[in-house]
Structures are given as structure tokens and as C-alpha cells.
């Protein structure tokens, strides 16, 4: 699919599939969907760094008058905007008595611990020292030297993207009985997509996939995108892993084209049965060159829960992929 011309997209943007092909009679990917090429695209996505930056949620759960708590790697962690409005995180227990400042409130940019009174404006305090964070405008980051062990860098290497501002954004999250590289090895593998989610991928094809030694190590894939009955929106997209815990799939040709989904892998520790927990943090930023789109961003506060519910039910099978990835490594049955 070569990309479309502005000028002659078409003026709706639907399709209509002349020749539907039944699920169970459509072209088998197993053969393309080599667990060797998977294996090596996952091993150079681990073998980049990050700077010891993880993503903890979504810029816009971040209320002024509560901070947000989250595990990660195991760290209790605590993130809230100080009085100037900046983005603050650090140790998610108090100092004083371990109390979890995660259920203080936030009063004028200082978060107020609710056992003793401790008080805490984002600078050290107490014997309670900040961490480095990041708000990129659509996630928060938070950065774990300790944990991550690499040599750490001032900012995230955040995936260029449209422009926030013009462009309509979402965040949906959702945590698995898995490791972080399952969700990556999930979205290293294109080639499930049909068949996996045929309510709402059709007429898949990886037409590049990235081999050994390659300097672009990239997965380009032509899919539409199923609206109803036989109407589909095609598409060309191109899936890479920019650091051990991301996978970014850029839309480059048709409707949506310079659109992005961005899959960040979050560690977040053990369950009470011992299985690592794993936070998939999904931020959709959209964009259009139609004239319509303006009128979608202002309505982005009613069409958030939509794009929510549309990655939610994708995520509920991928789940399940990388969580039975993750049951047959850890019981040395994985077959790739």
C-alpha cells in the first residue's frame, strides 16, 4: 500500500471489503511469524537503554488536590505537581513512620502526610529525598537508578510524536501476570493480529519485517481496521521497539496517518503468589489532516472512554498472550 496523496484521500474514509474472507480460510502467519525473528527483534529491544526512566501512568489522573501512587519495580512511589506546578515524585512512604503518602492529600502543592502532620513541598525533607520525573504532556515518568542500573540521563527518551496540542490523546492501562518483555514480545508479533482480534483487525500482511544485522528494525504492516459488517478503515503502520519496555506503532499511510499508539511495559513487582506484575501503560495520540478533526478534539472529553474501551478490549486478549507467554518460560516450556 502505497502511501495516499492529500489530495486524493478519499472523502469518507471507510472502505467496503468486496471480497470478505471467512477467519478460519484466511492465510496462515505461523510460518512468517518466526520465533527466532521475534526472539532477535526482543533481544535488540532489551539491549537498548533507557536511561533507568519508567513510565508510572497518565499526565491527566495527575489531581491537584491528591498525588498519584504507584509501584514500580517494587518502590513504592508518590507523584504530585509542587505549588509552581511542577511534577514532584519520591519514596511513596513517609519518613517519619512509613505511613503511604499515596492517601495524603495535596494542599497547595505540598503533600500533607495524614498520621503526623509531615509535610512535603518536593525538595528534601526529613529524610525524604526526591526522585528525577518527567511529564512529557500525555505521561509521567519517574526515574529509578537503583532499579535500572544503567548510566542514568536527564530526560526520557520520549517517541516523537504529533503534535499534543492539535492531536486527540488517551490512556488506557491495565496490569498482567507477566514481565514486561511478554507485552513487548506481544507487540514485536504482528503477524496475530487477524486472527487474534478478528473484531477488529482484517486483511492483515507484514510486508517488511526486520532481519539480523539490519540497521532499520522496524515491522511495516498493511491491516484495516473493521467498523461494521464489511466497512473497514485500511491502513499502513509500522511497529518499532525504541528501549527494552516500549513499543510505538506509527500510522504512515491512510486515515490517521501520522497518528501514534505507544505501548509502555511497566514492572511493577510480585503478586502475593509470587508472579511478577506488569502494567501496560497505552497512550494513543491521534491526529488528522481533515477539516472534521477539530471538531473530534473538542469532543475528545466524550471520545477518551471509546479509545479506552477500544485498546481495553484489545489488551484483554494481548494480556492473555503475554501472560501465557511468561506461565510457559517460567515453567521452561516456552517453545521460542
Request: proline share 10%; net charge positive.
Amino acid at each position: 500500500m502505497s502511501p495516499v496523496p492529500p489530495s486524493r484521500r478519499r472523502r469518507v474514509p471507510v472502505s467496503l471489503r468486496r471480497a470478505p474472507v471467512a477467519w478460519e480460510r484466511q492465510r496462515p502467519t505461523w510460518r512468517e511469524a518466526s520465533p527466532a525473528l521475534i526472539a532477535d527483534a526482543l533481544a535488540r529491544a532489551q539491549a537498548r537503554p533507557t536511561g533507568n526512566w519508567y513510565v508510572v501512568g497518565a499526565s491527566r489522573a495527575l489531581r491537584p488536590d491528591r498525588p498519584m501512587a504507584r509501584s514500580v519495580a517494587g518502590r513504592e512511589v508518590v507523584l504530585w505537581r509542587n505549588g509552581e506546578g511542577r511534577l514532584v515524585a519520591g519514596p511513596g512512604g513517609c519518613p517519619h513512620l512509613g505511613a503511604p503518602l499515596g492517601d495524603s492529600p495535596v494542599r497547595c502543592g505540598t503533600l500533607v502526610c495524614r498520621w503526623h502532620g509531615l509535610a512535603l513541598d518536593g525538595g528534601p525533607f526529613a529524610g525524604w529525598e526526591p526522585w528525577p520525573a518527567h511529564d512529557d504532556g500525555v505521561l509521567v515518568w519517574v526515574r529509578l537508578d537503583e532499579v535500572g542500573g544503567e548510566q542514568p540521563v536527564d530526560r526520557p527518551a520520549v517517541p516523537e510524536r504529533p503534535m499534543v496540542a492539535a492531536a486527540l490523546t488517551a490512556v488506557y492501562t491495565r496490569v498482567g501476570a507477566c514481565e514486561p518483555e511478554d507485552v513487548v514480545a506481544n507487540r514485536l508479533d504482528p503477524w496475530h493480529g487477524a486472527w487474534f482480534h478478528p473484531y477488529s483487525f482484517v486483511d492483515l500482511a507484514v510486508v517488511r519485517a526486520p532481519t539480523r544485522g539490519e540497521e532499520d528494525d522496524s515491522f511495516t504492516v498493511d491491516v484495516s481496521f473493521k467498523v461494521a459488517g464489511r466497512l473497514v478503515v485500511p491502513v499502513r503502520a509500522v511497529f518499532t521497539a525504541p528501549g527494552p519496555r516500549t513499543v510505538v506503532m506509527r500510522i504512515t499511510a491512510g486515515e490517521g496517518e501520522g497518528s501514534v499508539v505507544e505501548t509502555h511495559a511497566t514492572p511493577l513487582g510480585p503478586d502475593a503468589g509470587g508472579r511478577p506484575r506488569t502494567a501496560v501503560v497505552e497512550a494513543v495520540i491521534a491526529t488528522s489532516g481533515r477539516t472534521g478533526f477539530a471538531v473530534a478534539r473538542r469532543a475528545a472529553p466524550v471520545l477518551r472512554p471509546v479509545v479506552r474501551a477500544v485498546a481495553g478490549r484489545l489488551w484483554r486478549d494481548d494480556l492473555a498472550y503475554a501472560e501465557r507467554r511468561w506461565a510457559l518460560r517460567s515453567a521452561g516450556r516456552f517453545p521460542g
